[in-house]
Every structure is written in C-alpha cells, then in structure tokens.
C-alpha cells in the first residue's frame, strides 16, 4: 500500500521594511519571509487560554506560521503588523467583516499597501537615522523598535506601575530606547537624562512625526461612509474568528 504524504502549502511574504534596517547577515534582510497556510494546531494557539491571558496569543500564532529561520522579536513593528496581516489571509481568506460606529464594513485585506517607502533615508543593514530636533537644533540619532525593545519597554514599565501605580511614562520610556545618540553622545545615562530634564515637549512631537514617515509599515486605515477622514482599522483577537463560533469566557 502507497503511504500517503501531506505538505502544508506556503506563501512569500514581503516585508514593508525591503529588509533595508537588518544586518545583511541576517535572513530579514532579503526583505521576504516565507509563511505557512494556517492548520487546526494554529487554531489551537488561538484558543490557547493562557496565550490570551498573557496577550502573546497572536505573537504565537504568527511564530507557529513562518517557515523562515528567523528570529520573530528581531523583526520591526510595520513588519510584523505585515506578517499579521498575511497571517489572516492565509488562515481565513481575504474578506474582514468589522463594526465601526454602528456600521458594518468589508475590507479586502489583499488591498491592503505598504506604506510609500523613501529608501534614500535607509543605509542598508543599519537600523538608525537622523534627525535634528527643530526648536533646540539639537542633532540625534534613532532606530525603530523591535519586539525586543517592546518587551524591554513592556516590563520597564510594569516596573514603574510597582512603584507607582499611577505612573504614566510610556511616552518618555519609549524614547528612551528609540533614540541612540544625542549631539553624538551614545552613553545611556545621558540619553534618559536629556528626555526626563531636556527634551522639549515641541522637539519629542517633531521626532515623533519624523519617525512616522521613515517607519515601514502597512496601511491599516479605511475611510468610513460620509467621512474625508481615514480611521485605523479595528484588529484584535477577532481579527482571527471571522466566524463569531468562538468566544472567550465571561
């Protein structure tokens, strides 16, 4: 009797980023990725109680799909909310039914773009820009997180929340790690230093919208009905249920 054999179809996903922001000796820097088609086990992950307790049941279900030998918290934020994305299409298709102020909407997600992408701000396999800050003419240097910034900063700031309960530092935390040099200073001490006692409220939102264009990303907004505005298109644990055949306990 002939064995039956079974493969599990896959798809090259590409990268918002090109790969432009990893070492070149890094598989991420050939700007794709190759995924699997989501099976039951992936939807066992999805109904993992503990993965959704923690939050990281969506991080483990995109680990369980990619092919490629790389390290998912090596990968930047635009890139790994692409990889969700594709993720979605390969486990339930393309259409994404979602409620958005009392209206029902269908995005195809194979519609969805990359962000415009100005190459000429990247050094290949260098994570780090520049930018001077507009009020205090002040020259730093940034990176784009990766997810092992975010869990750094995740778990900096529960730190803070022990302490003081009311502490509200995402914001100056999350500088804290994004910028790597200021006046070409790279001391860390001096970098917290300058965004706690220096950094002008004016200088953080200039960075903070410089680094919105350079960001690789996919675009996740859709105009509503009647509106000249784009809004961020709703992705939580129900991004993956498209059929309401699940629900998590009260």
């Known amino acids: 009797m002939s064995e039956?054999?079974?493969?599990?179809?896959?798809?090259?996903?590409?990268?918002?980023?090109?790969?432009?922001?990893?070492?070149?000796?890094?598989?991420?820097?050939?700007?794709?990725?190759?995924?699997?088609?989501?099976?039951?086990?992936?939807e066992d992950i999805l109904t993992?109680?503990?993965?959704?307790?923690?939050?990281?049941?969506?991080?483990?279900?995109?680990?369980?799909?990619?092919?490629?030998?790389?390290?998912?918290?090596?990968?930047?934020?635009?890139?790994?909310?692409?990889?969700?994305?594709?993720?979605?299409?390969?486990?339930?298709?393309?259409?994404?039914?979602?409620?958005?102020?009392?209206?029902?909407?269908?995005?195809?997600?194979?519609?969805?773009?990359?962000?415009?992408l100005n190459t000429?701000?990247?050094?290949k396999g260098v994570n780090e820009f520049s930018f001077t800050l507009p009020a205090t003419n002040i020259d730093i240097t940034f990176k784009l997180l990766t997810g092992k910034e975010e869990k750094k900063i995740n778990a900096e700031l529960e730190g803070l929340k022990k302490i003081n309960k009311n502490s509200s530092a995402e914001l100056s935390t999350r500088l804290k790690y994004i910028i790597t040099s200021i006046n070409g200073d790279r001391d860390t001490k001096s970098i917290r230093e300058f965004?706690?006692?220096?950094?002008?409220?004016?200088?953080?939102?200039a960075l903070r919208e410089y680094i919105k264009e350079v960001q690789p990303d996919v675009d996740l907004t859709f105009f509503p009905d009647g509106s000249n505005e784009k809004v961020s298109i709703p992705i939580g644990l129900n991004f993956f249920w498209p059929d309401a055949w699940y629900s998590t306990p009260s």
Request: charged fraction near 30%.
């Open 4 to 42: 039956n054999k079974f493969t599990t179809p896959t798809e090259i996903i590409e990268l918002p980023s090109q790969g432009l922001v990893y070492p070149e000796s890094s598989p991420l820097s050939s700007g794709k990725i190759e995924m699997k088609y989501m099976t039951a086990r992936e």
């Open 48 to 116: 993992n109680q503990n993965y959704i307790s923690k939050g990281i049941v969506l991080d483990e279900l995109v680990k369980s799909l990619i092919i490629s030998d790389i390290d998912y918290e090596d990968l930047i934020i635009g890139d790994k909310n692409a990889i969700l994305v594709a993720a979605r299409i390969l486990g339930y298709g393309k259409d994404y039914k979602f409620n958005w102020g009392g209206e029902e909407y269908n995005i195809d997600l194979t519609s969805i773009k990359d962000k415009p």
């Open 120 to 123: 000429t701000l990247f050094k």
């Open 195 to 205: 965004v706690d006692n220096i950094f002008l409220a004016r200088d953080s939102r």
